[in-house]
Nanobody, 123 residues
Framework: QVQLVESGGGLVQAGGSLRLSCAAS????????MGWFRQAPGKEREFVAT????????FYADSVRGRFTIFRVNAKNTVYLQMNSLKPEDTAVYYC????????????????WGQGTQVTVSS
């Protein structure tokens, strides 16, 4: 299975921006749909965004649509999450995940996960 490593988290003020990166290794990156999920303290892991094999197929949670952008660079085996206009309610650990072939919005459909990166948005 592909191995995933996230980076780019940190502390930012409300209204600010962050870009998360997820580097993949050990698999053929272009055969994996990629997703970003997040988990806040005391809450279940939730879907944020997902992207298809070539990057043309993207889906977003209602709570982030228009503020976040998911994109991938297959030549670099990397998927990104550009987060703009951040809000305190975006505070969570963000996880990158990989699934062979078809996109999905369900965490249970993803077989490979990164270790997570903390994003904290102060008000």
């Amino acid at each position: 299975q592909v191995q995933l490593v996230e980076s780019g988290g940190g502390l930012v003020q409300a209204g600010g921006s962050l870009r998360l990166s997820c580097a993949a290794s050990g698999g053929t990156f272009s055969t994996y749909s990629m997703g970003w999920f997040r988990q806040a303290p005391g809450k279940e892991r939730e879907f944020v965004a997902t992207i298809g094999l070539s990057g043309g197929n993207t889906f977003y949670a209602d709570s982030v649509r228009g503020r976040f952008t998911i994109f991938r660079v297959n030549a670099k085996n990397t998927v990104y999450l550009q987060m703009n206009s951040l809000k305190p309610e975006d505070t969570a650990v963000y996880y990158c995940a990989a699934r062979l072939w078809a996109v999905s919005l369900r965490p249970s459909d993803f077989g490979s996960w990164g270790q997570g990166t903390q994003v904290t948005v102060s008000s």
